[in-house]
């Protein structure tokens, strides 16, 4: 065999047709409308098809180079000085090469955070070598306004050149509005910003300076077409700003980095940051300039985050670093996954670093570069960002731009919109969130976070603009959970339902094993069995009735087939209510019968696609439970 002897394996089939595909697609649906079963669509209203072909015609977008890692961020937010650069110190020693300062108040600070005063700053960096390789970056607020002048001073105290280190100062004085973090207007502040940008310049710091975060649209639940354009915007904002105070569009165009929030839709998250680079050129373009890769920095995404079940989050963060990796990021932190429970302790911070080197050192993902070009559907999701999100900015700037949109209020009511499609969704399990909503563990063990309570930050005056309240989509589950806790603190037990099984094991079992999962969401332990069939396979009322009185539970749910219901559900809803529960409920929706099991007693009806949230909302208040 000759080196040049082809050994395509394509040149061995026919080639492939969607027209023969939709065939095979039309047979598996078996009558049922391929755009309501196969086709979805984004909280933007993007279609979403279940095939695509290549695109050939792709080309990789400007950014990485290929075979150059990002950045592995480590968030640094202990408020004791000491704590954190003990952390911080750990971080690098252990794998990470960058660290992103959290100060208090900030967009991601949830609750914690460092102080700007320069004597804690320098605690917190005692033995970090800034000029050392690593990379620092900002979260600032306007309570930390002095934190990038006190760190200027402490690097050259340290005797360290200004060009020599890598530190992204993170000025974001409309990010911080947006998040009511601050009082003041951008016509007043943005002399000022300018001001800090060229004072930084002028001492010889490379930057970036000023970052757009578009993670202040994501945590209030917005969607990545109105992520996209507020990053835009804000962006934009800042060249403005920068060129009204003398600084050339070219230096000011690199003086502003980008960042996102990265979650676990995968393909979304990846289309968002090669969207976030094209729409950037295509301003940069507008102003008459080459266009040069931008610095885009991720963060996985707050509101993803769970209390309940936090293991979870590790897959979360994997999907999202492993998403904003292939898309281009240049540098990513992963939020620990107990961070919603309370400060993370030091495993769970290893767990953090750990998982970007697993995906760099062993999986490669950073030997490519962009990876997804050429993919047909991610091209496709990035080519509809791209236009929705310049359509958003053009309105945007059509308003004013970014100052005058925030102060009308029409963006946060578009992003409130899209966040009440997206809590409509998580209640009715649409959108799943596992470990919570969907396969909870009722019997999980606690896990550790540092003893340290979460502090509100000093208010700052009365918000400039409606704010963008930050939001976690588990949270409405983990609250009737949280009910359900307090009720076995005080009497050790919890809230229960009885599983009815009707007939036999495979009349009821699959139903039965629904409502397991539907009810324990909510905190409400499913007392289960074997079911209660005869030999004849009908069930033994006697036994369902007494094994109900023994269970302790106030509820009660039918399970079994709809072959079994239209002879035994009635009548069992009858004894049922008659023996003392409170609430009946029916796993299914018979709706031939539906009426007629009203009637007997049978109050709710769970199923997929039901209020599952607000059915167990009400079963808490039948049960006197308060959230």
């Known amino acids: 065999m000759t080196q040049d002897t082809d050994l395509s394996l394509a040149a061995d089939f026919p080639p492939a047709r969607r027209e023969e595909w939709l065939k095979l697609v039309e047979g598996a649906l078996k009558g049922a409308p391929f755009e309501k079963r196969l086709v979805s669509k984004t909280y933007d209203g993007l279609t979403i098809q279940p095939l695509y072909p290549p695109d050939t015609d792709a080309r990789p977008l400007g950014g990485r180079l290929a075979g150059t890692p990002w950045q592995i961020l480590q968030r640094v937010d202990h408020p004791d000085p000491a704590a954190a650069n003990a952390e911080a110190l750990h971080d690098l020693e252990n794998g990470a090469n960058g660290l992103v300062l959290v100060f208090a108040g900030s967009i991601g600070a949830n609750g914690y955070g460092i102080s700007a005063d320069k004597a804690a700053l320098a605690k917190v960096l005692d033995g970090v070598r800034a000029d050392a390789g690593i990379s620092i970056e900002l979260e600032l607020s306007p309570q930390a306004e002095d934190a990038a002048a006190n760190l200027a001073a402490i690097i050259k105290e340290c005797g360290i050149a200004p060009d020599a280190v890598d530190i992204r100062f993170g000025l974001d004085p409309l990010g911080a509005a947006a998040a009511a973090s601050g009082a003041a207007g951008w016509p007043e502040v943005a002399p000022q910003f300018a001001a800090a940008v060229q004072e930084l310049t002028a001492q010889g710091f490379r930057g970036p300076f000023a970052v757009a975060d578009g993670r202040v649209v994501h945590n209030a639940g917005g969607s990545e077409i109105q992520e996209l354009g507020f990053v835009l915007a804000v962006a934009v904002a800042y060249l403005r700003a920068l060129e009204a105070a003398g600084v050339a569009l070219d230096a000011a165009r690199r003086a502003i980095f980008l960042r996102l929030a990265a979650d676990a839709d995968q393909i979304m998250s990846i289309a968002k940051f090669r969207a976030a680079r094209k729409l950037w050129a295509r301003v940069e373009e507008a102003c008459g300039l080459s266009p040069a890769p931008v610095f885009i920095s991720a963060e996985t995404a707050w509101r993803m985050m769970t209390q309940r079940d936090p293991w979870v989050n ?78 958003l900015f053009q309105s945007i700037e059509k308003a004013g731009g970014i100052w005058e949109t925030l102060r009308a ?219």
């Open 314 to 391: 590790v897959l979360r963060g994997t999907i999202a670093v492993f998403a904003a990796g292939l898309g281009g990021a240049n540098a990513v932190t992963v939020l620990p996954c107990t961070n919603a429970l309370g400060l993370p302790d030091r495993f769970a911070r290893r767990v953090a670093r750990n998982t970007q080197l697993i995906l760099l050192e062993e999986s490669n993902l950073a030997k490519v570069a962009d990876p997804a070009a050429g993919a047909g559907g991610i091209e496709e999701m990035t080519r509809k960002l791209c236009d929705g999100a310049w359509a």
């Open 409 to 627: 209020g029409g963006l946060q009511k578009d992003v409130a919109a899209v966040a009440t499609a997206r809590n409509k969704a998580i209640a009715s399990r649409k959108e799943p969130v596992t470990g919570v909503s969907e396969f909870p563990n009722i019997f999980e063990e606690p896990v550790s976070v540092l003893p340290l309570a979460p502090t509100l930050a000093p208010s700052q005056g009365a918000p400039s603009v409606e704010p963008l309240r930050p939001i976690r989509l588990a949270e409405p589950f983990e609250k009737l959970r949280a009910a359900s806790d307090r009720l076995l603190a005080e009497t050790g037990s919890r809230p229960r339902i009885f599983l009815a099984n009707l007939g036999r094991l495979a009349d009821f079992n699959a139903r039965a094993t629904f409502a397991k999962n539907f009810f324990e969401a909510g905190g409400i332990e499913t007392v289960g069995n074997d079911g209660f069939a005869t030999a004849e396979g009908t069930t033994d009322f006697p036994a369902l009735l007494a094994a109900f009185k023994d269970s302790g539970a106030k509820l009660a749910c039918l399970c079994s087939s709809d072959k079994v219901y239209p002879v035994e559900a009635a009548d069992a809803g009858k004894a049922l209510a008659a023996a003392g529960a409170t609430r009946v409920y029916l796993a299914g929706r018979p709706a031939d019968i539906e009426a007629a099991l009203k009637e007997a007693g049978v109050q709710d009806f769970i199923f997929l696609g039901c209020n599952a949230l607000g059915t167990l909302s009400s079963a808490h208040e039948t049960l006197g439970l308060k959230s």
